[in-house]
C-alpha cells in the first residue's frame, strides 16, 4: 500500500489525459498496488474543491472514490504525537504543515510510503520513507 499526499492529488486532477506527468507514470507503474488516501489529505483535496464551487466539490469527491480512504483513529494520533514531539525536539518542526504531519502520521502507522512530489515538506521525519515524483 502506498500513502499519497494533497499534492499527489492535485497533480493526478491536473494531469488528466497527460501520460507523461510524474504522477501519472507513477500510478501505471506501481500496477496492483492500493493507493491510500488519509482523511487529512481528503479533506484539504476536497477544500480545493468546494471554494471553487458545489460542482468542482462533487466532482472531487467522486474522485477521491477512485482510492482508498484511510481513517484516522487513536494510534494515528499516537504517532503524530510522538512525531511531532521529535520534531520540537529536534527544533525542525517550523514551517510543516499539521495536515502534513497528519498524513505522514497516517503513512508510519501503516508502515506505507509517501507518495509526494513536495519532499521537502517530510523530509525531517524519521522512519518515513518517500516515493518522489516529478511533473
Keep these: 500500500m502506498l500513502c499519497v499526499d494533497t499534492t499527489f492529488l492535485v497533480d493526478?486532477?491536473?494531469?488528466?489525459?497527460?501520460?507523461?506527468?510524474?504522477?501519472?507514470?507513477?500510478?501505471?507503474?506501481?500496477g496492483s498496488e492500493t493507493f491510500?488516501?488519509?482523511?487529512?489529505?481528503?479533506?484539504?483535496?476536497?477544500?480545493?474543491?468546494?471554494?471553487v464551487s458545489p460542482r468542482r466539490f462533487n466532482e472531487s469527491l467522486e474522485f477521491l472514490?477512485?482510492?482508498?480512504?484511510?481513517?484516522?483513529g487513536l494510534e494515528t494520533a499516537e504517532h503524530?504525537?510522538?512525531?511531532?514531539?521529535?520534531?520540537?525536539t529536534r527544533n525542525v518542526l517550523g514551517g510543516l504543515s499539521k495536515?502534513?504531519?497528519?498524513i505522514a502520521a497516517w503513512?508510519?502507522?501503516?508502515?506505507s510510503p509517501l507518495v509526494t512530489r513536495n519532499t521537502g515538506h517530510f523530509r525531517a521525519i524519521k522512519r518515513l520513507e518517500?516515493?518522489?515524483?516529478?511533473m
Design 36 to 51: 491510500a488516501v488519509p482523511a487529512h489529505a481528503a479533506g484539504e483535496f476536497l477544500e480545493g474543491g468546494a471554494v
Design 107 to 111: 503513512a508510519l502507522e501503516h508502515g
Design 99 to 102: 495536515p502534513d504531519l497528519w
Design 12 to 30: 493526478l486532477w491536473r494531469s488528466a489525459g497527460r501520460e507523461d506527468a510524474g504522477c501519472v507514470r507513477l500510478l501505471r507503474e506501481a
Design 130 to 134: 518517500l516515493i518522489a515524483y516529478d
Design 80 to 88: 503524530y504525537a510522538r512525531t511531532v514531539a521529535d520534531l520540537r
Design 65 to 72: 472514490r477512485l482510492f482508498a480512504l484511510g481513517q484516522v
